[in-house]
């Protein structure tokens, strides 16, 4: 009950849903606020509560007009079968929503204009969380696509433009289908806005997992993916090469010729604890 309470605590309204909310109610569509308030309400509590299952840091549930976004302190080192299991949970919501509201109807309690239209918002937040656009959960699911093939800051940079242009076209579509809808407006201003603040704080995200990966706690990687790097390699251009989910030891490579080992918490040691900064592999090989 105490988890419970601690994760209420986490959600906040997001003020352009208030905006929709006085539309909504100026307009006598009081009902169907209500009625989107409960689907995204309970989308976003699965995801909490599968964060919660695997204790992770939440920091806020924002919820927005047609949708929302459950933001955690993990920053992309816990297993990605873990981030998949949380990312799905809400989803997941859309299904027993959908069954319930069946059973209600067919045993006569829930009308059925009710009915149709419970379903209908159902399939409809279901579905537009599921576009790949980031931070949605389709978003955040093609991120951990591109974390299998692509270093951790390459990864989010094609998140980020394959974003850009899922939202582009779905704005398009809707704008030509039915341009007056607020609800699209303003979670496309939303989104957006949520892009370009994470372009503009692309590198420091990446510190920030580079930081948890080497002061954090967490699981003992235990998948080794061997990085051949040249000894004249500047340290942070190495460390752009660090994916998530993988061990890195490397191979420092001279003219081609193998010339030493080193372990990539010597790298993040170097880089963090002795602040070198701008130090290149061959300067700290021999330093340990």
Same mark, same amino acid.
């Given at each position: 009950?105490?988890?419970?309470?601690?994760?209420?605590?986490?959600?906040k309204i997001?003020p352009?849903?208030?905006?929709v909310?006085?539309?909504?109610?100026?307009?006598? =569509?009081?009902?169907?606020?209500?009625? #989107?308030?409960? @689907?995204i309400?309970?989308?976003?509590?699965?995801? !909490?509560?599968? $964060?919660?299952?695997?204790?992770?840091?939440?920091?806020?549930?924002?919820i927005?007009?047609?949708?929302g976004?459950?933001e955690?302190?993990?920053?992309g080192?816990?297993?990605l079968?873990?981030?998949m299991?949380?990312?799905?949970?809400?989803?997941v919501?859309?299904?027993?929503?959908?069954?319930?509201?069946?059973?209600?109807?067919?045993?006569?309690?829930?009308?059925?204009?009710?009915?149709?239209?419970?379903?209908?918002?159902? =399939?409809?937040i279901?579905f537009?969380? #599921?576009?790949? @656009?980031?931070?949605?959960d389709?978003?955040k699911? !093609?991120?951990? $696509?591109f974390s299998?093939?692509?270093?951790f800051?390459?990864?989010?940079?094609i998140?980020?433009f394959?974003?850009?242009?899922v939202?582009?076209?779905?704005?398009?579509?809707?704008l030509?289908?039915?341009?007056?809808n607020?609800?699209i407006?303003?979670v496309?201003?939303?989104?957006?806005?949520?892009?370009?603040?994470?372009?503009?704080?692309?590198?420091?995200?990446?510190?920030?997992?580079?930081?948890?990966?080497?002061?954090?706690?967490?699981?003992?990687?235990?998948? #080794?993916?061997?990085?051949?790097?040249?000894a004249?390699?500047?340290?942070?251009e190495?460390l752009?090469?660090f994916?998530?989910?993988?061990?890195?030891?490397?191979?420092v490579?001279?003219g081609?010729?193998?010339?030493?080992?080193?372990?990539e918490?010597?790298?993040?040691?170097a880089f963090?604890?002795?602040?070198?900064?701008?130090?290149k592999?061959k300067d700290?090989?021999?330093?340990?």
């Amino acid at each position: 009950m105490s988890d419970l309470f601690l994760v209420l605590k986490k959600i906040k309204i997001h003020p352009l849903f208030w905006i929709v909310a006085a539309i909504a109610v100026a307009t006598a =569509r009081f009902q169907e606020l209500v009625l #989107l308030f409960a @689907i995204i309400l309970i989308h976003e509590m699965g995801h !909490a509560g599968a $964060a919660q299952f695997f204790s992770w840091r939440i920091k806020k549930i924002m919820i927005l007009p047609f949708g929302g976004v459950a933001e955690t302190e993990e920053h992309g080192n816990r297993p990605l079968k873990e981030e998949m299991a949380v990312t799905l949970a809400g989803p997941v919501q859309h299904v027993w929503i959908a069954i319930c509201a069946y059973a209600l109807f067919y045993f006569h309690i829930l009308p059925e204009s009710l009915y149709i239209q419970v379903q209908e918002w159902n =399939r409809a937040i279901l579905f537009f969380n #599921l576009l790949p @656009i980031w931070p949605l959960d389709g978003g955040k699911i !093609a991120n951990m $696509a591109f974390s299998r093939f692509f270093p951790f800051l390459r990864a989010f940079r094609i998140t980020i433009f394959s974003s850009l242009a899922v939202l582009l076209i779905f704005h398009a579509t809707a704008l030509f289908n039915t341009p007056a809808n607020l609800n699209i407006w303003a979670v496309a201003v939303y989104l957006y806005a949520s892009l370009w603040k994470e372009w503009k704080q692309l590198y420091f995200v990446f510190i920030r997992f580079l930081l948890e990966r080497y002061y954090g706690n967490r699981d003992p990687l235990h998948d #080794l993916e061997t990085l051949r790097v040249d000894a004249g390699a500047y340290l942070y251009e190495v460390l752009e090469s660090f994916k998530r989910g993988r061990k890195h030891p490397l191979i420092v490579l001279q003219g081609g010729v193998e010339i030493g080992k080193l372990d990539e918490n010597e790298l993040l040691h170097a880089f963090f604890s002795e602040k070198q900064t701008h130090a290149k592999v061959k300067d700290i090989m021999y330093s340990y």
